[in-house]
């Protein structure tokens, strides 16, 4: 109605301040939103990595003394494994050797881990990317990265120190972080070449993988129960899951700090539009003691000036939310290299956040400015100059 | 002077401004009715208490003591929401300095208090009965206040106070900004409203537009002579 209208025409005869109002709720919108974005790319960006290993418990030995030292005895026993493996079932469990060794390719020196794994449950964890999965005892498979750094293809040949020399079979797929195993910077060799080359038994960990999210927690509790007998404690039981989810948390935590450090530009945008609505006020102190006197409610005038205030906001908020996709773009590509998860509905919903907060922040900058202008007395309104 | 039953009437009304050196009575213990169709100038020199009636009668402000009743009803007893329909809906005001909205046309000037009384933009066609009836050309409908001439506003001034239909015309010095020609212009439209049954109110100190009223009530220092 009418107050719309004047609300539209004052924001038009005083443009340049009215623009000027608006560039602040751009900025604040495109900041927030784009923080936004980019938050919610880096969980996206995390979590496609990290929900390969959620259905996983790494079972290892516990690390005693205060320190967090391990000894060389520290190490899951055949026997260990045995009562693991029950408890697991049906689930599988997987035995896995590993270490770090010096290793040579031609005359060129490297270092690596070294995962040993029984070859009939290598197909669990590994994808090949080229050649084919080792079946005998020797041999050794290796990581993308690893195959890169060290220019390695299928048949080159890897000195691990005293241990002797392997040919490389196959390289891995890149497989990303993970909490079971990361064979990317590594080779993975059978058990029955790790355990004759450096003479164990024991193994480093156990990998159950279960056959359902859901059995995530009772698996970890039967084997606990199994193997933690007393008060002595034996194995820890990790909980891949729980580990995703705390780093997930962690990264939600932080992607709101980004966004809460944008929103401080919203707040001075909002300082700035309560600015230029108390100056409109003053402005317009005399037009409002006549439209008080010739009957316009107190409600009404406040309408106005809301009106004003959602004007600029909805201006405002409205281009930012376009800016805004472009710096989610930017700064997606500048932080993660990638621009593919600015369009997912979770990094998207950011948009609305923003204008959402764009137009609140400038409704209650508004608010004040409003109330002012209503409370005023319409004959000192009208003697106003 | 009009036989009719009084639209307005004070009884020993005072109004009186706190001020730190002391209150100010600004009107003081003011009985008088002003009746339906009457035609009253309200003179006295400047601080004598003119305004403050005016005020009173438009239902601005309130008495300090006293009992004022606008149709009939106790202002003191009105809600604020109730004093602004009682001013949109049954008084017009109309002004020395015209006091239109910059912002908006001559036609959006008078169609402003029926669109706050009906709650929409489109209220009929009232506003062009108006413009013709206060001698409005035609050409200047969808100009701003500051297209227009003195006298011009002052009519669509005067279009907008009527255009709610009131009972009572508030006019505060309404020629005050205007030539003579003019001016005489605006009182000879004015007495046409109160011939068609306004009651019409002016505070004027100029004798000469005075004598358009039928009756003048003088004030001095806050009491009605």
């Known amino acids: 109605m009418i107050f719309f209208e004047l609300a539209k025409r004052n924001l038009r005869l005083h443009l340049f301040r009215s623009i000027l109002a608006v560039l602040g709720v751009i900025i604040g919108v495109t900041s927030i939103t784009a923080m936004g974005i980019l938050g919610a790319g880096i969980v996206l960006f995390i979590s496609e990595d990290l929900t390969k290993v959620s259905d996983t418990l790494v079972v290892s030995p516990h690390v005693g003394g205060a320190m967090g030292f391990s000894t060389a005895n520290d190490r899951i026993t055949d026997r260990q494994f045995e009562q693991i493996k029950r408890a697991a079932a049906p689930s599988l469990a997987v035995p896995v050797y590993q270490t770090s060794d010096r290793m040579s390719v031609g005359s060129e020196e490297t270092a690596g881990i070294i995962y040993g794994l029984d070859p009939k449950d290598m197909p669990v964890f590994l994808d090949i990317k080229e050649g084919s999965m080792l079946r005998g005892s020797s041999g050794a498979m290796v990581g993308a990265r690893f195959a890169e750094d060290n220019k390695l293809k299928v048949g080159s040949l890897i000195g691990v120190r005293d241990k002797g020399t392997l040919r490389v079979s196959a390289i891995l797929k890149e497989r990303g972080m993970g909490f079971d195993i990361n064979p990317d910077y590594g080779i993975v060799v059978s058990s029955k070449w790790f355990q004759d080359s450096y003479n164990r038994k024991e193994y480093d960990s156990v990998i159950v993988k279960v056959k359902s999210l859901d059995e995530i927690d009772s698996t970890k509790k039967t084997i606990e129960k199994a193997l933690n007998r007393g008060r002595e404690t034996v194995v820890d039981v990790v909980d891949t899951r729980k580990i995703m989810e705390t780093i997930l ?137 | 002077m009009n036989g009719g039953t009084p639209l307005i009437e004070f009884e020993r009304v005072s109004k009186v401004y706190p001020h730190p050196a002391g209150n100010v009575v600004a009107l003081d213990n003011a009985t008088l009715s002003i009746m339906t169709g009457e035609f009253v100038a309200i003179m006295g020199p400047s601080g004598s208490g003119k305004s403050t009636l005016l005020n009173l009668i438009g239902g601005l402000d309130v008495p300090s003591t006293g009992v004022l009743r606008i149709e009939g009803a106790d202002v003191s007893t009105l809600t604020d929401d109730q004093l602004t329909e009682l001013r949109r809906d049954r008084i017009g005001f109309i002004f020395q300095q015209f006091n239109l909205f910059p912002l908006l046309t001559a036609r959006e000037n008078i169609e402003f208090p029926i669109m706050l009384a009906c709650g929409k933009r489109e209220c009929g066609q009232r506003p062009h009965q108006l413009f013709s009836a206060v001698d409005l050309p035609e050409d200047s409908y969808e100009r701003r206040p500051s297209e227009l001439s003195g006298g011009q506003q002052q009519r669509v001034a005067i279009a907008r106070a009527l255009i709610n239909d009131p009972a009572l015309l508030l006019c505060d010095e309404p020629t005050g900004n205007l030539d003579t020609k003019t001016g005489n212009g605006i009182m000879e439209l004015l007495l046409g409203m109160n011939r068609r049954g306004k009651t019409i109110v002016m505070v004027t100190h100029d004798p000469k537009i005075a004598e358009f009223a039928e009756r003048t009530i003088h004030i001095r220092d806050g009491r009605v002579e």
């Open chain 1, 249 to 385: 948390d962690s990264f939600s935590r932080i992607s709101l700090f980004t966004t809460a450090i944008g929103g401080i530009s919203l707040v001075v945008a909002g300082v700035s539009i309560l600015n230029v609505m108390l100056m409109s006020v003053t402005e317009r102190t005399r037009e409002i003691g006549i439209m008080r006197s010739i009957g316009a409610k107190r409600k009404e005038v406040r309408r106005m000036f809301l009106y004003e205030a959602l004007l600029l906001g909805l201006i405002g908020s409205g281009i930012g939310a376009v800016l805004s996709v472009f710096a989610g773009l930017l700064v997606s590509q500048v932080m993660l290299q990638t621009t593919r998860f600015v369009f997912a509905p979770s990094s998207m919903i950011y948009i609305l956040y923003g204008m959402a907060f764009g137009v609140g922040t400038c409704l209650l900058s508004g608010f004040y400015p409003a109330w002012k202008a209503s409370d005023l007395n319409p004959i000192e309104a009208l003697r106003h100059e």
